[in-house]
């Protein structure tokens, strides 16, 4: 089993920036990848970016504004978002997978204000 425990979130107007932490402890080998998502009220899941070994990926409309990495000698994933909108609002899902399996951490809220 892996557990995730993600922070960093909070308020922020437009224009500013936030810094979510991701820490995986448990079962985590060496060949994984992390994600993130997010979910708005009444909205679907969304991929936001992802990271494995030397690459990342991102969505579209968060492209350009925010920066996944991560330290693996922590276990621990980022998420730095610059530039926040309004439509950024939304719960951040942390979310880790190894050959064990995919695993979702509690998430943390993100609000930005115009």
């Known amino acids: 089993q892996v557990q995730l425990v993600e922070s960093g979130g909070g308020l922020v107007q437009a224009g500013g920036s936030l810094r979510l932490s991701c820490v995986a402890s448990?079962?985590?080998?060496?060949?994984?990848?992390f994600a993130w998502y997010r979910q708005a009220p009444g909205k679907l899941r969304e991929w936001v970016a992802g990271?494995?070994?030397?690459?990342?990926t991102y969505a579209d409309s968060v492209k350009g504004r925010f920066t996944i990495s991560r330290d693996n000698a922590k276990n621990t994933v980022y998420l730095q978002m610059n530039s926040l909108k309004p439509e950024d609002t939304a719960v951040y899902y942390c979310n880790f997978l190894n050959a064990l399996g995919s695993y979702w951490g509690q998430g943390t809220q993100v609000t930005v204000s115009s």
């Open positions: 990271i494995s070994s030397g690459s990342t």
């Open positions: 448990g079962s985590t080998f060496s060949i994984n990848a």
